[in-house]
């Protein structure tokens, strides 16, 4: 048992960040517990009693799948447009965008791995600044105009869609 959350509000929060790789251990052993949290996002379910060589080997199942992951994903792209991870550069049609800044950067990840999705302005900033969204700062605008004013430096194409009263997405 967690002091004063759930396993399951853990699990959420672990989602929003990210795929960090969740095993979860708990004394839940029922088929209806175990399903329910396999398809909230764990990548794994192990019940007490357990043994540890067990856990050992489970997680480094988990660590080898996010190897493999990772190395698939150093790229991210959307037409034209390529975010490589490993140089921290974007760039549409080969061309590079000037000066791309972390949180930017951040955005356009987010973006890049969920194409069709519209994603709200809170949403976006806990991703890309790591913590809580405090209602009216413009700071998020002001970085979407950023990122916007630099793609216009390569392309004439419009990248970024704002969907008015819930958020942003790229344009389809």
Do not use: C
């Not at 019940?47 to 540890?52: L, R, S, V």
């Not at 493999?68 to 590079?96: D, Y």
């Not at 069709?116 to 605008?141: C, H, N, R």
Request: aromatic letters at 8%; zero cysteines.
């Amino acid at each position: 048992m967690l002091p004063g959350i759930t396993g399951e509000a853990v699990l959420e929060e672990i989602r929003k960040k990210g795929n960090l790789p969740v095993i979860v251990l708990t004394a839940k052993d029922s088929l209806d517990e175990k399903v329910k949290v396999l398809t909230s996002g764990a990548d794994d379910y192990i019940t007490k009693p357990f043994e540890i060589r067990e856990v050992l080997a489970r997680i480094q199942v988990q660590l080898r799948h996010t190897e493999e992951k990772e190395i698939k994903e150093s790229n991210l792209s959307f037409r034209e447009m390529v975010l490589n991870k490993a140089t921290f550069q974007v760039s549409i049609g080969g061309k590079i965008l000037p000066k791309i800044t972390r949180q930017e950067f951040a955005i356009l990840e987010l973006l890049l791995r969920n194409p069709k999705q519209v994603f709200s302005k809170e949403d976006i900033f806990e991703y890309a600044w790591d913590e809580p969204y405090m209602g009216e700062t413009k700071t998020l605008d002001v970085h979407i105009s950023n990122i916007r004013k630099k793609i216009k430096t390569v392309t004439t194409e419009e990248y970024i869609e704002t969907v008015w009263g819930i958020g942003y997405r790229l344009h389809l």
